[in-house]
């Protein structure tokens, strides 16, 4: 079984919008979500994350004000709604359950990604 599978990548032009989704699988019910991403040549690095009621959200310091995360417990759906994206938003995006938000520590295994390419 799957665990976590993205979607809603494609290629935008700066200054456009994606929303990416990503399905959890039934053995994150109950945890905190969280984004990262990975662009070329770099290591992932963490995006956003947020907690089990959706109370709590945190960004990192380059997605604040462009990026919102979101979740519906009922369909075990994470969102990323990205506005404003920039060149160096180009990346591969993963979601993964943390142990609590601001952690930077996926505790499942990466699925698939969803490639977000960021291009004039």
């Known amino acids: 079984q799957v665990e976590l599978v993205e979607s809603g990548g494609g290629s935008v032009q700066p200054g456009g919008s994606l929303k990416l989704s990503c399905t959890a699988g039934r053995t994150w019910y109950g945890y905190p979500m969280a984004w990262f991403r990975q662009a070329p040549g770099k290591e992932r690095e963490y995006v956003a994350s947020i907690s089990w009621s959706g109370v709590i959200t945190d960004y990192a310091d380059f997605v604040k004000g462009r990026f919102i995360i979101s979740r519906d417990n009922d369909k075990n759906a994470i969102f990323l709604q990205m506005d404003g994206l920039e060149l160096e938003d180009t990346a591969v995006y993963y979601c993964?359950?943390?142990?609590?938000?601001?952690?930077?520590?996926?505790?499942?295994?990466w699925g698939q990604g969803a490639r977000v390419t960021v291009s004039s």
């Open positions: 993964n359950a943390v142990a609590h938000t601001t952690s930077s520590t996926g505790l499942g295994s």
